[in-house]
């Protein structure tokens, strides 16, 4: 889901494909949605292989998706981590705000040590 935040940045124009975007990675204790403003560290994930912050994401574009839009970006690939998350925060670091939550439903991820893909698009509705 789109956060209220980006709804507004964006129509005032405040933000630009070449922007600097991170997709973080958070636990089930976090409080994550549309009124979710910037980034933060509390709740986040701190697992093996994985970095504060989040991963920086490549490549945005966006498109037509069915009756909305969609950004996004290329997948990111962890190796070597021992991953669980349960939401995804995409954010842009240029201007400090958060763009959309990734809510997976439950907690996804890698136990033990593996591969975890971070699929960083987003339905922009």
Do not use: W
Request: hydrophobic share 40%; net charge negative; with cysteine.
């Amino acid at each position: 889901m789109m956060t209220k935040t980006y709804k507004q940045a964006l129509l005032q124009g405040q933000h630009a494909l070449t922007d600097t975007f991170k997709m973080a990675l958070y636990s089930a204790s976090a409080t994550l949605n549309e009124d979710t403003t910037a980034y933060s560290a509390t709740n986040e994930i701190t697992s093996s292989g994985y970095t504060a912050g989040g991963c920086t994401l490549a490549n945005p574009t966006v498109s037509a998706d069915g009756t909305g839009f969609k950004l996004d970006f290329d997948a990111f690939t962890y190796t070597n981590c021992a991953i669980v998350c349960r939401y995804a925060l995409l954010y842009n670091v240029t201007k400090g705000k958060a763009v959309a939550v990734k809510d997976y439903g439950s907690d996804v991820g890698v136990v033990g040590s593996g591969t975890f893909v971070v699929d960083a698009s987003v339905k922009l509705d």
